[in-house]
């Protein structure tokens, strides 16, 4: 018999787990040091370690269970006006040419202006040259902008007729620039895991790293907030709330106590949800939103879903959603005209059904607000 330790692994699923997930999870359990794992119900296969999911260890600490995306998360923010005021499609193509300069897709075009604007960025607070020189040049002309994939910038409605703005984005080109240079130094497990000791320089070095990426993620969301809400005052006349804005990411690693232990909790696609602890969970272009409270459940290392999670691949999606299907499923939301051919793979149809998402993690969290998307701001892979 074996004496190898087999890490408990608790599940909150919308519907039957995939056999490549379930066999890339049970992997996890197996893995130096993994101490518990919580499975989120948008969970889908990611390399090495699947998004959706949280994973406390003792002392190791493992890039992947992070994510190459270090503090992608959610930011939000309410207005004085009603949702009502970008229901004119005169207004939302105006919405749209001025978002394309406030908050571009990859880059600004001045270098200069970017970490004047976050002074705790300071490149060379990280503990490498090679990754100060990507903060330099990506870093600094990338803060501000929203990326592709599954990065969006949308207004919504809320259930009391609302107008909301919601960003999910997170650190671009840093956090993968952080998570190549230290997986390099990673040692590799008897499961072919690569992680590094949270007690030596190496694993030390990686965690100042991550904190810089963290803070570098939530700028970047503060600064195209700031920069969107801007033109909703100039086109809708929409004045924002400052007291409203909240923000949360979903990858991450931080010490926390669980079950009377101090356990490094690592999320990659899934939010924190200690108890009260604001969220926010996005559906689709298509579907609702979920601003939520968490009730700081111990078995899910007091974690949530960061979203509806993908049912396709992004080239499945390309494949098996027309343009036709797509423009069906988006119909009651503004759409950038020039992107909508090139967004198939971001169909809701390529998602999971949120409200199946959300019914499978009552437990685990409290629906504070709904939000409905009136208009979508995405990036696309050309």
């Known amino acids: 018999m074996s004496d190898t330790f087999v890490a408990p692994i608790r599940s909150w699923l919308a519907e039957p787990m995939?056999?490549?997930?379930?066999?890339?999870?049970?992997?996890?359990?197996?893995?130096?040091?993994?101490?518990?794992?919580?499975?989120?119900?948008?969970?889908?296969?990611?390399?090495?370690v699947c998004v959706g999911v949280a994973v406390a260890t003792r002392s190791l600490i493992y890039p992947d269970a992070v994510g190459k995306d270090i503090g992608c998360g959610m930011a939000a923010i309410a207005f004085e006006s009603e949702a009502g005021v970008l229901r004119d499609a005169r207004r939302a193509a105006e919405m749209f040419k001025l978002l394309r300069k406030a908050v571009p897709i990859h880059r600004h075009a001045n270098r200069e202006l970017a970490f004047q604007r976050a002074t705790e960025l300071d490149p060379t607070q990280l503990t490498a040259e090679p990754i100060a020189k990507v903060a330099q040049r990506d870093g600094a002309v990338q803060l501000g902008t929203l990326g592709r994939g599954n990065h969006f910038l949308e207004f919504q409605e809320?259930?009391?007729?609302?107008?909301?703005?919601?960003?999910?984005?997170?650190?671009?080109?840093?956090?993968?620039?952080i998570s190549d240079w230290h997986l390099r130094f990673a040692l590799k497990g008897a499961l072919g895991l690569r992680y590094l000791d949270g007690t030596a320089d190496a694993g030390q070095q990686y965690l100042r790293d991550m904190e810089w990426a963290l803070r570098y993620a939530r700028t970047n969301r503060e600064i195209m907030i700031q920069n969107a809400s801007e033109v909703a005052r100039k086109v809708l006349g929409a004045q924002a709330i400052?007291?409203?804005?909240?923000?949360?990411?979903?990858?991450?690693?931080?010490?926390?106590?669980?079950?009377?232990q101090e356990l490094w909790v690592h999320r990659k696609g899934a939010a924190s949800a200690r108890a009260?602890?604001?969220g926010i969970i996005p559906g689709?272009?298509?579907?609702?939103?979920?601003?939520v409270e968490g009730r700081g459940v111990e078995d899910s290392l007091c974690?949530?879903?960061?979203?509806?999670?993908?049912?396709?691949?992004?080239?499945?999606a390309r494949q098996r959603i027309t343009l036709g299907q797509f423009r069906n499923q988006t119909q009651d939301v503004w759409i950038?005209?020039?992107?909508?051919?090139?967004?198939?793979?971001?169909a809701p149809a390529a998602y999971k059904d949120i409200r199946a998402v959300m019914r499978a993690q009552r437990e685990l969290t409290r629906i504070v607000r709904v939000l409905r998307p009136i208009l979508s701001y995405k990036g696309c892979r050309n």
């Open 284 to 291: 689709s272009m298509g579907t609702e939103s979920y601003h």
């Open 336 to 346: 950038d005209p020039r992107a909508a051919p090139a967004l198939k793979e971001e």
């Open 242 to 260: 400052a007291d409203s804005y909240f923000d949360a990411d979903h990858n991450h690693v931080r010490i926390e106590t669980h079950q009377g």
């Open 276 to 278: 009260n602890e604001i």
């Open 18 to 48: 995939p056999k490549d997930v379930g066999k890339a999870i049970e992997r996890l359990s197996l893995a130096d040091d993994v101490q518990m794992i919580a499975v989120m119900p948008d969970v889908h296969l990611s390399h090495q």
């Open 158 to 177: 809320d259930d009391e007729g609302r107008l909301w703005l919601m960003v999910h984005s997170g650190s671009r080109a840093m956090g993968q620039a």
């Open 303 to 316: 974690s949530s879903s960061h979203g509806a999670g993908r049912a396709m691949s992004r080239h499945e």
